[in-house]
């Protein structure tokens, strides 16, 4: 079998636009591969040193893919914490990385362009661990080898660096190593938040994934739409209500909605309808987030086990990673 591997960041409530756009496909992927998935929570520390949150959103992202219907017992499940050797491995290839590499990461240079912008020191707010974010990433990823990587299409750029880096221990040391495709879901949608903006965080628009049913109809509420009347007919294919309604809904339903529009539903009926097709599907791993959430007990057993098994690879492999270049 084929090997998956992914990473999810614990900063902040997950939301819609993560689940459709990278925990959705990352779970399809576990019905025919090996999948090794993790919480990346060094790569949180680039953003907030913040103890209680941290482990709160760490135990959050686990109890998350567990509810989506992650199996520990197909899949690995781990802390990237728990795993000494990815940071043992992300120094070794920061030594192979050139520094103008990092300084074309994404991330990097946006907030470089935003201190332009606002005038300030061009490097106010980066610290190292967020600059060498993608080398910490490319070790995430080469010391277990996957064949696929899924992730969103801002994280493209991440692999393709990792490959980079992969090529550049190859170049220089002759061995062999795996490099990993991106598996980007090109047909998911990028979901538009609150205000028709990409769902994000940043945006401060986004439906938190697991919100208790009342405050889900409340937040469907504010979805901003046009000032149409009730009666007058809507055009399905500019609206985020509809845009939202297609994802969670069967492709029955898709019509009926779209011929709702053309006829002037209300956007009142036609939020209600979005609420019961996206409560319908997250119903019932909600309440298995809750169960999981009151059993950190059990979630750490599972982490543990998780990363025994990785270690019991990784370990190895990088001791061979270190023999060959003159560290072993
Ligand atoms: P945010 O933009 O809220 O900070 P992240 O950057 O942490 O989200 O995204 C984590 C993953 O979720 C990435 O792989 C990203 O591509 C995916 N993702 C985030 N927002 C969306 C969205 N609106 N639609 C589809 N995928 C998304
Ligand atoms: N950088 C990814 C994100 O922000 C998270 C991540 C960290 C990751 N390490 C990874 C994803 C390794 C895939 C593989 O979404």
Redesign the pocket.
């Known amino acids: 079998m084929k090997r998956s591997l992914t990473g999810?960041?614990p900063?902040g409530e997950i939301?819609l636009?993560?689940y459709?756009?990278?925990i959705k496909p990352a779970l399809d992927l576990t019905k025919n591969h090996d999948a090794y998935y993790f919480v990346a929570n060094g790569h949180a520390l680039t953003q907030a040193h913040q103890k209680k949150s941290l482990e709160m959103s760490t135990n959050g992202v686990v109890a998350t893919w567990l509810a989506l219907g992650l199996d520990p017992n197909k899949s690995v499940l781990y802390r990237q914490s728990s795993i000494p050797e990815i940071f043992e491995l992300s120094w070794v290839l920061a030594t192979l990385s050139p520094k103008g590499l990092m300084n074309r990461a994404h991330a990097y240079k946006a907030i470089v362009d935003e201190n332009k912008r606002a005038e300030r020191d061009l490097d106010s707010g980066v610290n190292m661990g967020l600059y060498t974010y993608p080398i910490l990433m490319a070790a995430d990823i080469l010391l277990l080898q996957p064949d696929l990587v899924p992730?969103?299409?801002?994280?493209i750029q991440h692999i393709e660096m990792a490959r980079e880096l992969g090529l550049a221990m190859k170049r220089k040391h002759g061995m062999s190593i795996r490099l990993p495709d991106a598996s980007i879901m090109e047909d998911?949608?990028?979901?538009p938040?609150l205000d028709g903006r990409?769902?994000?965080?940043?945006y401060g628009n986004?439906i938190p994934i697991f919100l208790e049913k009342e405050e889900l109809k409340k937040r469907i509420n504010k979805i901003k739409t046009d000032s149409l009347l009730p009666h007058e007919p809507k055009e399905s294919a500019t609206s985020n209500v509809f845009q939202l309604y297609q994802v969670f809904a069967t492709a029955d339903e898709v019509n009926a909605m779209k011929e709702a529009f053309q006829k002037g539903i209300s956007w009142g009926e036609a939020k209600a309808e979005l609420f019961t097709v996206m409560n319908r599907t997250l119903e019932e791993p909600r309440e298995s987030y809750k169960e999981w959430m009151s059993k950190p007990k059990e979630m750490k057993r599972l982490l543990q086990e998780g990363a025994e098994r990785v270690r019991n690879e990784a370990t190895p492999f990088l001791q061979n990673i270190k023999n060959e270049i003159g560290l072993g």
């Open positions: 999810i960041k900063t939301h636009g993560n459709i756009g990278a992730v969103g299409r801002d994280q998911v949608a990028v979901l938040g990409k769902m994000s965080k940043s986004t």
